[in-house]
């Protein structure tokens, strides 16, 4: 009765492990793992055989021996309670390897030690089997069953303990899941910046219009870049190679291309030309190609890499350049035929017109040289004139007819020194009036000075050019004033002061002011109504020249007059 039990109890547990592995829910092996364990099985099995043929077929009998349960005060809770404990440590034992042996199968290719899954399978096993031969001893005292198991567990444990030693060195370079964490985050960082670059390069490639090509030489294996498959209108899935390339290309340019390639890989150089091709929606594009060989160790070609750049708008506006400035110099060349032409009516036109202007000026230098003996003429006749009043006056016995003629005189020598003025100058259609009025004072002052020697004269005239007429008109005023002052303002060698001054105030206005210290008039002069020749002359000369006079005679005499358009 012992031994059948014992065999049914060691066949129900084989047959467990054995010929019911899926009695386990949510837990499949699959055949490479079922074979492992049946092995390692079939082999403690034989090894018991082994042992018990050692001890004389005697391993599982209980001959010699009591079962627990028949001494000692066990009760049916305590057998209970043990062999329901024995029985789920042993079915935990027996599912844990499992678990691990089928995460192991799965994660093999990343498991640094995938023996040790099963050496820790088959050390959980013996340990679970422990437990069930203590369960079987509460009733079938078979121990020296239940020795050989614990001998088994025994070398099973040794062994793990040997293994985990030798991993131990490597393992300890393992590293730890931060620091895997860490370096998976990198990672992750750097595929994200590649695709970036990846996206920045392809971005870079659709502006520029460049795509780029690899080309396996022995497999005929070709990869395009996606803006090289968006140049030759091809869908990105289509598959090319080095005919279908060919194809694309152009007939005019096809054989020239496949003598550069071939030649390049030939010389083993880097090659570069221009190139057309035939998209298949039947457009033609002028494409740049780039490329270059790669050999092996060896020098062998094996591979060849470049670029391909759509330049058709390039070419395009190059041609169109190019007939424009065969249209531009064409117009050139027909404009300047005609530039010749009119310069030489312009060389034409412009020696008649330099001769014309050298007659004008031959005309003008005449013409400045009579006005000029015009003027010195008249100057001459003035003087004449002049010295004939002179004359006339020293045989006048009247004081007061000679005085008249000595007036006359000096009018005449105001007019003469005018067109001796024009005649000394350069121009000839005005005269300085700072020069000129300087001048004609001090004549009129070295005339009059012996009857009134102690005066003198302060002058401020202001560098104004004005015409002939107004000249004459201008000098005959001051040589009126002027010699009134000098002759009526100081009796008696009185001492005294002139002051003449001409200023311009803006462009049209005038101020004419000469002023004397002397007596001044005894009453209030008009000169609109007055019996002297030389105020009422003076009165219409200014009126001539559109000016207004006044006169102030409470401290000496002072004429202010306002004149416009002098010059």
Request: proline share 3%; net charge neutral; aromatic share 10%.
């Amino acid at each position: 009765m012992i031994i059948p039990l014992c065999f049914f109890s060691l066949k129900g547990y084989f047959t467990i492990i054995l010929f019911s592995p899926n009695k386990f829910k949510g837990i499949k092996m699959n055949k490479i793992t079922f074979a492992r364990i049946f092995g390692g099985v079939i082999i403690l099995f034989v090894l018991a055989i082994l042992i018990s043929l050692f001890m004389g077929f005697r391993l599982f009998s209980s001959a010699g021996f009591i079962p627990p349960s028949l001494y000692g005060e066990w009760s049916n809770g305590l057998i209970a309670l043990h062999n329901f404990s024995d029985f789920f440590i042993w079915a935990s034992y027996l599912v844990i390897p499992i678990v691990l042996i089928k995460f192991a199968n799965k994660r093999a290719h990343e498991l640094p030690f995938p023996h040790l899954f099963w050496l820790f399978g088959l050390f959980i096993v013996a340990c679970g089997t422990t437990h069930l031969i203590d369960i079987i001893l509460f009733y079938e005292p078979v121990y020296r069953l239940s020795g050989v198991v614990k001998l088994f567990t025994a070398a099973a444990s040794i062994g793990t303990v040997f293994a985990l030693v030798k991993v131990i060195p490597s393992a300890l370079f393992l590293k730890s899941p931060e620091t895997m964490l860490i370096e998976i985050n990198e990672r992750k960082i750097v595929e994200r910046q590649l695709r970036e670059r990846e996206k920045q390069l392809s971005d870079a490639q659709k502006i520029a219009m460049i795509g780029s090509w690899r080309w396996e030489i022995e497999s005929d294996i070709v990869a395009w870049s996606d803006e090289l498959y968006r140049i030759f209108g091809k869908p990105q899935n289509q598959p090319v190679n080095y005919e279908s390339y060919i194809h694309s290309v152009h007939p005019d340019d096809r054989e020239n291309t496949m003598e550069m390639i071939a030649r390049a890989i030939q010389i083993k150089k880097p090659f570069d030309f221009f190139e057309k091709i035939i998209r298949p929606d039947g457009v033609v594009r002028i494409l740049h190609s780039r490329g270059e060989v790669i050999t092996d160790s060896e020098g062998k070609p094996i591979r060849m890499i470049g670029t391909c750049q759509d330049v058709t708008t390039a070419k395009e506006q190059e041609e169109e350049l190019r007939r424009t400035k065969d249209e531009l110099e064409i117009r050139v060349k027909e404009r300047t035929q005609e530039l010749l032409k009119i310069n030489e009516e312009l060389q034409k036109e412009i020696m008649e017109r330099k001769k014309a202007i050298e007659n004008t000026e031959a005309a003008l230098r005449e013409k400045e040289i009579l006005i000029k003996e015009v003027h010195h003429r008249v100057k001459n006749n003035l003087q004449i004139i002049s010295s004939l009043i002179s004359l006339q006056s020293n045989q006048i016995k009247d004081k007061e007819m000679g005085h008249f003629f000595e007036q006359t005189k000096n009018r005449i020598k105001s007019i003469a020194l005018v067109h001796e003025k024009l005649y000394k100058s350069r121009d000839l259609s005005s005269i300085n009036c700072e020069e000129y009025l300087n001048e004609l004072i001090n004549n009129v002052y070295e005339t009059i000075k012996t009857e009134s020697s102690n005066v003198f004269l302060r002058i401020e005239i202001e560098k104004i050019f004005i015409s002939i007429d107004f000249a004459i008109s201008l000098a005959l005023i001051i040589n009126e004033l002027a010699s009134n002052s000098l002759k009526y303002a100081f009796p008696n060698n009185r001492k005294g002061q002139i002051y003449v001054s001409l200023k311009q105030e803006d462009e049209a206005k005038f101020i004419l002011v000469l002023r004397d210290d002397g007596v001044g008039f005894t009453k209030e002069v008009n000169l609109n109504n007055t019996n002297t020749l030389g105020l009422r002359l003076v009165n219409v000369l200014v009126e001539q020249l559109g000016g207004t006079i006044s006169v102030n005679n409470s401290k000496g005499t002072e004429y202010i007059i306002t004149l416009s358009n002098l010059v």
